[in-house]
């Protein structure tokens, strides 16, 4: 029999790719997709195969066929009705051994269960809107403008600035963070865009660029200009010009949450209740009280229950989310701040409608545009396909892998670990990692889960060199660039920069300072970006593990086109049989690419792939691809 736990090489493998769903494109209500299960053939193995999906709610059983056997592997193949916008389905199959014994399992996104499960974690295919291929095909690098470059261009000076030298350490904790200006510019970006270029990057996203009372300028005071702090609208222009003639887009980031107490809006409306843009955000009635993002007075919240916002915010012809998206600024998409918050006070809650509202507005004057959305949270109950194109989350991978590559915690340290009250994060092995990303994963179509983008830091969050084991950072780049979903660099990993905060972590590129830096990680990161470039299969190929236990980390990308065998180890591994249903496509000394201490692949008399590793790495290999739909 067929154990629910049984290893990952013997489980049933489906998913949203194009080995496993066949139709259109972009699947609409009333179509009929072809979905296929591929299940080990193994004694013991699935004798029978149903499709179930729901159909406005009530369960359908739908016989799967055999449809055919590719060495160690079956195939069951079933229609699928698109009934719903978003469809969703699971497996449910037949096991039955030598004496004729029978026992049942269901398979979903989380994987093999013996028993009845929830249908929130289905595999599920959305209807109507496609994400664009070049936002799935994206490797972004984020620029926070203030620490990256100064030209040296001369800049006003503001009150609440704390003027900075290149070299004065970042006060991660004190009541100058936010007030440090080091003088970072949107022309010294621009004459950067050949590192971006090096690294492999092909879009620039840049944390906000308006006029604002802070560094970080989340809290902006007009969304009608760039802040001349960093070169005003000529400079923005140019950038985003410059950055096109070398073939990167620029995308920007948005607070559709809220603005900042010294916004236009909200200077002419607060304890002026007779104001129209009152109705912009939630005050009190004599407009002397409001709310604000997690109660910050410097960042009033936005009310998007008023159509009034909507059409200065989206709507109009020269909305905020649309000027600069066209001449002459020419912006490629946005990144929206909190968005999982956006549209969200009590008893309200707007975001999908907000979100719909935006995505439609972008595909008809910009068809094609990203908008990301960012998610604090589990993100997948908000993003069903029709608004935010994918989440840039921490819930599925980014947290997961710290604390899968986690130092042994520091009591004494500064411990940070996403807001929970602990000495950075609680340690996991690779099968928790797994079981972790599956089920945050399980929520969201795999077109949204490709658009979904995978950091392993950004300005929000501590530095991963930080909080990771030596190596630590190397391999989760590899998972990084490996995983399905967009890698989004945050500008310094390539230098190996550390911080304890999300504050800290916004160090000034030390550009020409190689001693400040943690380790020279450009090499990696260029190689990775190829690797992702030249293999389809790191791109939008299927995703099945092979093996998660302890400190080792098996998983193979498959693609029509090619497919790409994954290896990371944390640490030593003895020597690990990884099964007979494992080939490589070339010689076992030809591996794609190696990191770290790579692990060693080997094949034993009984033909069997063995895994072993020294230390922490990675090792990439070609691995066959499954044969065509019949």
């Known amino acids: 029999m067929l154990a629910a ?10 998913d949203g790719s194009g080995l496993y ?41 739908e016989p799967a066929v055999r449809s055919g056997d590719e060495g160690a592997f079956a195939w ?63 490797i972004m690098y984020q620029v926070f403008p203030d620490r990256f470059a100064n030209s040296g261009a001369e800049k006003p000076a503001a009150a609440w600035m704390v003027a900075c030298d290149w070299d004065t350490p970042v ?34 996203y840049l944390t906000p660029i308006f006029p604002a009372e802070s560094n970080h300028r989340y809290d902006a005071s007009s969304f009608d200009t760039v802040d001349p702090l960093l070169g005003g609208d000529a400079a923005f222009i140019s950038l985003v010009s410059a950055a096109h003639g070398l073939g990167l887009r620029v995308v920007g980031d948005l607070t559709t949450n809220h603005t900042g107490a010294g916004h236009e809006w909200f200077l002419g409306s607060h ?63 946005w990144r929206i701040d909190v968005g999982n ?23 008809e004057v910009k068809p094609g545009a990203m908008l990301l959305a960012e998610s604090t949270s589990d993100a997948a109950p908000d993003v069903p396909g029709d608004g935010w194109q994918g989440a840039v989350s921490y819930t599925n991978f980014t947290r997961p892998l710290w604390q899968f590559l986690a130092k042994e915690p520091d009591p004494e340290a500064i ?32 077109e949204v889960r490709l658009a979904n983008a995978n950091a392993l830091d950004t300005h929000d969050t501590a530095r991963a060199a930080s909080h990771m084991i030596e190596g630590g950072q190397l391999i989760a780049a590899c998972a990084q660039f490996s995983f399905p979903g967009i890698p989004l660099v945050f500008a310094g990993d390539e230098f190996g920069l550390e911080g304890f905060s999300g504050e800290d972590s916004r160090t000034p590129m030390p550009w020409d300072a190689p001693e400040k830096w943690g380790a020279d990680l450009r090499g990696l990161y260029a190689d990775l970006a190829a690797l992702r470039t030249e293999h389809r299969a790191l791109v939008d190929g299927s995703l099945r593990f092979i093996h998660a236990a302890g400190d080792l980390l098996v998983y193979v990308r498959e693609h029509a086109r090619g497919s790409v065998l994954c290896v990371i180890s944390r640490g030593p591994v003895p020597e690990t049989p990884l099964g007979t249903g494992i080939r490589l496509e070339r010689d076992l000394a ?25 230390g922490a790495g990675a090792v990439f290999h070609l691995a066959p691809t499954p044969g065509p739909w019949s």
Not at 176 to 193: C, M
């Open 5 to 14: 736990d049984s290893a990952l090489i013997h489980a049933p493998h489906h």
């Open 21 to 61: 769903v066949r139709g259109p494109g972009t699947p609409r209500v009333g179509n009929e997709l072809r979905v296929r299960l591929r299940v080990p053939a193994v004694p013991g193995c699935a004798a029978r195969v149903w499709l179930r999906s729901l159909r406005d709610g009530e369960p359908h059983i």
């Open 76 to 138: 069951f193949e079933a229609p699928l009705a698109m009934v719903n916008p978003v469809q969703r389905y699971r497996w449910y199959l037949a096991y039955t051994d030598e004496a004729g014994r029978t026992e049942y399992r269901w398979f979903n996104a989380t994987g093999l269960h013996r028993r009845d499960v929830p249908d929130a974690n289905d595999f599920r295919i959305h209807s109507g809107r496609g994400t664009p291929d070049w936002v799935k095909e994206s």
């Open 171 to 204: 006060e991660g904790s004190s009541e100058n963070t936010s007030r440090q200006f080091y003088g970072g510019d949107l022309p010294g970006i621009e004459a950067r865009l050949g590192h971006l270029a090096e690294l492999g990057a092909t879009v620039l």
């Open 271 to 333: 304890q002026n209740p007779g104001a129209p843009e009152g109705e912009y955000y939630y005050f009190n009635e004599d407009h002397s009280e409001y709310e604000s993002w997690l109660g910050v007075p410097s960042l009033p919240k936005l009310n998007w229950n008023s159509d009034a916002l909507r059409s200065r915010f989206i709507l109009d012809d020269d909305s905020v989310a649309v000027r600069w998206l066209q001449e002459p600024y020419n912006l490629d998409g």
């Open 341 to 363: 918050m956006t549209g969200r006070l009590g008893a309200d809650d707007l975001n999908h409608e907000v979100a719909r509202m935006l995505r439609a507005r972008l595909e």
């Open 415 to 446: 411990g940070w670990f996403f807001g929970l009250p602990q000495d950075g994060p609680a340690r996991i092995d690779a099968a928790d990692f797994i079981a972790t990303h599956r089920e945050f994963s399980a929520g969201y179509s795999w």
């Open 590 to 614: 030809e591996p794609l690419m190696q990191v770290g201490m790579a692990p060693q692949l080997s094949v034993n008399a009984a033909g069997e792939l063995l895994v072993g590793a020294r």
